[in-house]
């Protein structure tokens, strides 16, 4: 299956593509040079988002789910990754513990957890899965529809070690994003690694922090493209914590929304774009995913107060709600069987493995697609494998767009070692 690009795919997304075409000997040293200086995350996730006008990314996940729509095609590239980030971590590693989600015990997850079970096996690691939920207190079996079973195991902490009973692992990796806190049992586990480190944590890390790093090395990309920065990048601004009991701080609120808007509204006629202008409101706790609004402009102050407090989850007028990161919103001018569609790329270290497509026939090119009727196409990305094909009328190959999503999901990733590096508390300089 391909995605079908109902746009014209003229104008800036073509030149776009083509100057990253062009330019590909000079965007992969520069990368490779990026990562000579700075450690990639172990494995990330980024949604992208293709406007027709602009391609930026507007999450990156460092628990990545949804492996197991990774098709058969792509599996050699995520050992083969895998294989080299356990490498250069623990080159003698033999065995690995893997930490999912608490009280994730759906279909698709445990199907997820089987597959990155499946690749870290051939990679060469005995694999177990172990649960740090309060509720697992023995071994637990589950059933997939494939034929394949699932058994957590709850962890056993020692001293200075986790593991499971007759288990001992070098390594631990979460797919936990911990967005309700650090719990003690992964503190102080100094003899092991523990990758992602606690500072990816979804009830540390803020997103607001991690567009600010992307802005930086977009605007390093860009130069280096000779092109518009915000080609690829979302303008956004954070509000810090406002309350709704108090007029001036959703007056605050109201203006810096007002702000992201004219800078977008002069993008757009600078480039002649004729669609309307939309900002999306997140909470910029990472953890914190699930609440999101999407407004035009912030004239009704009692409007705008209802959405903060449906970002907030309803919570009570009186009480303080979520920091705010304030987005750009991007249209989706992808479908899939006439649904709205939005790539994600999916890397390991610091190479792209592969993507899939969230599609969701009900929604439309400005909503977010993370909503009940949710779809997952694994067979999207079923040419992202194929090498870029410069030379290609820009517009008209699936691998050479494939090529660019990966080139913005890797820039998401570096930006999200940046932001690590700027959190680390054993660093001397948490922010």
């Not at 015990?105 to 177990?128: C, E, H, W």
């Not at 999207?380 to 190959?397: C, D, H, T, Y």
Request: charged residues 25%.
């Amino acid at each position: 299956m391909v995605p079908h690009l109902v746009t014209a795919l003229t104008g800036p997304i073509n030149e776009l593509e083509q100057r990253v075409l062009d330019s590909m000997p000079a965007i992969e040293r520069w990368f490779r040079l990026e990562w000579m200086e700075h450690t990639p995350p172990f494995y990330s996730a980024v949604d992208v988002r293709n406007a027709g006008f602009k391609l930026a990314p507007v999450a990156t996940d460092l628990y990545p789910e949804g492996w197991h729509n990774l098709t058969p095609e792509m599996l050699p590239l995520a050992v083969q990754a895998a294989m080299a980030a356990i490498e250069k971590i623990c080159p003698e590693a033999r065995n690995l513990l893997l930490i999912p989600q608490n009280r994730a015990t759906t279909t698709d997850y445990l199907a997820s957890l089987a597959q990155l079970r499946r690749i870290f096996y051939m990679a060469g690691l005995n694999v177990r899965i172990g649960s740090i939920d309060p509720a697992i207190k023995k071994h637990t079996l589950f059933e997939l529809p494939n034929g394949e079973s699932i058994v957590l195991e709850p962890v056993i902490r020692g001293r200075r070690r986790l593991g499971l009973k007759d288990f001992d692992p070098c390594t631990i990796l979460l797919n936990n994003d911990l967005s309700t806190g650090v719990p003690g049992i992964l503190e102080e586990l100094h003899e092991q690694y523990l990758l992602p480190p606690l500072q990816a944590g979804g009830s540390i890390r803020r997103k607001s922090k991690h567009f600010k790093c992307y802005e930086e090395v977009a605007k390093r990309l860009g130069k280096l493209l000779g092109v518009d920065p915000w080609l690829i990048t979302p303008i956004s601004a954070r509000c810090g914590e406002p309350k709704p009991s108090e007029g001036g701080e959703m007056e605050r609120l109201a203006s810096q929304v007002d702000a992201v808007l004219a800078k977008v509204r002069r993008k757009y006629k600078e480039y002649g774009i004729k669609d309307k202008p939309f900002v999306v409101l997140k909470a910029d706790m990472a953890g914190q995913g699930a609440g999101v609004v999407m407004l035009r402009d912030a004239k009704d102050l009692d409007a705008l107060q209802q959405k903060v407090r449906d970002l907030s989850g309803g919570a009570a007028v009186a009480q303080s709600i979520p920091d705010i990161l304030i987005q750009e919103g991007v249209p989706s001018c992808e479908r899939l069987s006439d649904a709205v569609a939005e790539p994600v790329v999916v890397m390991m270290d610091r190479y792209v493995v592969g993507g899939f497509y969230h599609m969701h026939a009900q929604r439309d090119i400005n909503a977010n697609l993370d909503a009940p009727g949710l779809n997952f196409v694994p067979l999207a990305f079923e040419q992202s494998a194929r090498l870029p094909q410069p030379g290609s009328k820009p517009g008209a190959s699936v691998p050479n767009r494939f090529y660019m999503y990966g080139v913005v999901g890797r820039l998401a990733m570096l930006a999200a070692s940046y932001e690590l590096e700027a959190t680390d508390p054993e660093a001397g300089h948490y922010e």
